[in-house]
């Protein structure tokens, strides 16, 4: 399996989908959701990216994605058996994809709902990863105000993923991430990875809007938190059968 890290020397060529041998790099994908009844099938149910995380990786998106990817019966963070799968693929070659395995915070007791407990749906990869696509790695300390972070993701109906940098500038009451970004419609783009310059992870693309009194775009991309808390016990709970 070949794995494709940022570094700061990379990171400008790799956020523009290029390698050094100018080999086609994903940097963020489109989660493609099609279930046993076809009507419901939505090629570009939001944008997500890969993750490792103690030597294992993973496939994430947004949980609210699950607004745009689910059945008329889904009214929790569950199936219900009705998945026939959930891809996550390059936009520039279709061909190149990664099938996610379990829903590892599946809960048919949490409502679907805005906003989500924790902006984050994580699966397990059950294939070998193809080669040229991004895995990254999280930032283990916490950002500083002011300090510059990017967002990837692709809006609808767009062929050409979006790098957009941002300023940090502070938490949320539920100590997610405040961005001030450009004014944009950025629609498509939840579940992309949100990065600080060295290409480490810092967040996911989550919610935002636009602050007319302030007269700024506002972004609120899920924290680690969430993750790192999920991920934890569900090794822990493995490890204990």
């Known amino acids: ?36 009844n076809a009507k419901y099938n939505n090629p570009h149910a939001g944008s997500g990216f890969l993750l490792e995380y103690k030597n294992k990786i993973y496939a994430i998106t947004a949980k609210h994605v699950l607004f745009f990817a689910k059945t008329d019966s889904m009214k929790t963070v569950s199936f219900n058996g009705d998945l026939k799968f959930w891809e996550f693929n390059s936009k520039v070659l279709p061909n190149k994809k990664i099938i996610a395995g379990k829903l590892i915070n599946e809960n048919s007791n949490e409502l679907i709902e805005m906003p989500p407990k924790g902006d984050w749906l994580i699966f397990e990869t059950n294939k070998n990863i ?31 993923s979006i790098n957009i940098k941002g300023t940090y500038i502070g938490l949320t009451k539920d100590n997610n991430l405040r961005l001030n970004v450009p004014k944009g419609t950025y629609n498509g783009c939840s579940g992309g990875p949100v990065l600080d310059k060295q290409g480490k992870l810092v967040g996911l693309v989550s919610m935002g809007y636009f602050n007319e009194k302030e007269n700024k775009m506002i972004f609120e991309p899920a924290s680690l938190g969430y993750f790192i808390k999920t991920i934890e016990s569900y090794i822990d709970t493995k490890h204990k059968l």
């Open 1 to 36: 399996m070949k794995k494709t890290y940022h570094t700061p020397i990379l990171l400008l060529l790799l956020l523009l989908n290029f390698s050094k041998s100018n080999a086609q790099v994903d940097s963020v994908l489109v989660s493609n959701v099609e279930f046993n």
């Open 130 to 160: 193809p080669k040229n696509v991004a895995i990254y790695q999280l930032r283990e300390d916490p950002l500083k105000l002011g300090e510059e972070v990017y967002f990837l993701g692709y809006p609808y109906k767009s062929k050409k």
